[in-house]
C-alpha cells in the first residue's frame, strides 16, 4: 500500500499541471472567442481523467488507511469531501458539450477554476500537503 500512497502523493502535481494547463487554454478560447478545437477537448480529457484516476487513488489509499488503523481522522474526510466535490464539478462542465463555443469555453473554464480551487485546497487540508 506503500506504493499506492506514494502514487498519490506524487501524481497530485500532474494533475494540478493539466488542470492549471487546461484553465489557461479554456480561458484563452473564451476571451479570443475562437473555436473549440480538438486539443481543447484532448486537454479536458486529460484533466478530467487524471483527476479520476487520482481520486481512485486516494479511495483506494484511505481504504488502505482505515483496515488498517481502524479511524480516519477530520482532516482525511474534509480532503476526502473536497476533492470529490471538485470530481463533481469537472464532471459536470461536460454538460456544456453541445452549447456554442464561446459557452462552453465559459461555463467550463469557471467550473475547472473552482475545481483547482477545491483540490489545492483539499491538498493543503493534510499535513504536509504542499510538500514533495
Given amino acids: 500500500m506503500e506504493f499506492i500512497y506514494t502514487l498519490h502523493s506524487h501524481f497530485r502535481w500532474l494533475v494540478l499541471l493539466f488542470a492549471v494547463v487546461t484553465v489557461i487554454l479554456y480561458l484563452h478560447g473564451w476571451l479570443s472567442k475562437r473555436r473549440f478545437s480538438k486539443i481543447d477537448r484532448t486537454m479536458g480529457v486529460i484533466f478530467v481523467s487524471t483527476l479520476d484516476l487520482q481520486v481512485l487513488l486516494g479511495l483506494i489509499n484511505l481504504i488502505a488507511i482505515a483496515s488498517a488503523t481502524q479511524e480516519l481522522h477530520a ?12 470530481l463533481v464539478l469537472v464532471h459536470v462542465a461536460a454538460k456544456w458539450k453541445s452549447k456554442p463555443d464561446t459557452i462552453r469555453f465559459k461555463n467550463t473554464f469557471f467550473f475547472y477554476f473552482v475545481a483547482i480551487v477545491l483540490v489545492f485546497n483539499g491538498i493543503v ?3 504536509g500537503g504542499l510538500t514533495w
Wanted: glycine share 0%.
Fill in 125 to 127: 487540508r493534510l499535513r
Fill in 75 to 86: 482532516k482525511q474526510i474534509e480532503h476526502v469531501a473536497t476533492i470529490i466535490a471538485a
